[in-house]
Antibody, heavy 117, light 107 residues
């Protein structure tokens, strides 16, 4: 059974960098798009970006200047970094597996990230 | 970006009812559309992919249809566990975009 377990700091100050990691257990890392999605009351579900097992990545243009997604195939882990965090970035952040492009069939448990001074 | 517009934004129904949710895309997305169910405090769950393909293990009372810009999600004979929020999602173009959600509540 595939499981995604994510972790990272949940409380940040404005201008700090968010760092989250998602570990994949029980399934192949290859052949999928590993994705970060966030959810806030004001903006609903927002796709942040994705990385293929090969390392090629795509980002939401609205966040592209601040976001970096990387992967460690030796550990089956995917990481998200989002710089210059602001209150508007407060949200629950999810990692997800994209099957056949972007069918998100497995998700992490979500991490509530709050940005406050 | 492709805008996904769901209607209604909320819906009250009773156990046993049939409900339909609409999703409209701002551009032709062929059948590149998925439907998700989300319960409070949980991650979304993929129910239907490619507009009409039921995911393994998802009850047959759930169905989807449509193509190009207009899509429909239907639940026949609502069960208590179906009260949740439902989202459509397009994957025809990047960035991936979601509808704003339809909250299905118990009448």
């Amino acid at each position: 059974q595939v499981q995604l377990q994510q972790w990272g700091a949940g409380l940040l100050k404005p201008s700090e960098t968010l760092s989250l990691t998602c570990a994949v257990y029980g399934g192949s890392f290859n052949g999928y798009y590993w994705t970060w999605i966030r959810q806030s009351p004001g903006k609903g579900l927002e796709w942040i970006g994705e990385i293929y097992h090969s390392g090629s990545a795509n980002y939401n243009p609205s966040l592209k200047s601040r976001v970096a997604i990387s992967r460690d195939t030796s550990k089956n882990q995917v990481s998200l970094k989002l710089s210059s965090m602001a209150a508007a970035d407060t949200a629950v952040y999810f990692c997800a597996r994209g099957r056949q492009l972007e069918h998100f069939d497995y998700w992490g448990q979500g991490t509530l990230v709050t940005v406050s001074s | 970006d492709i805008q996904m517009t769901q209607s209604p934004s909320s819906l009250s129904a009773s156990v046993g009812d049939r409900v339909t949710i609409s999703c409209q895309a701002s551009l032709d997305i062929s059948i590149y559309l998925n439907w998700y169910q989300q319960k409070p405090g949980k991650a979304p769950k993929l129910l239907i992919s490619d507009a009409s393909n039921l995911e393994t293990g998802v009850p047959s009372r759930f169905s989807g249809s449509g193509s190009e810009t207009d899509f429909t999600f239907t639940i026949t004979s609502l069960q208590p566990e179906d009260f949740a929020t439902y989202y459509c999602q397009q994957y025809h173009n990047l960035p991936i975009t979601f509808g704003q959600g339809t909250r299905l509540e118990i009448k």
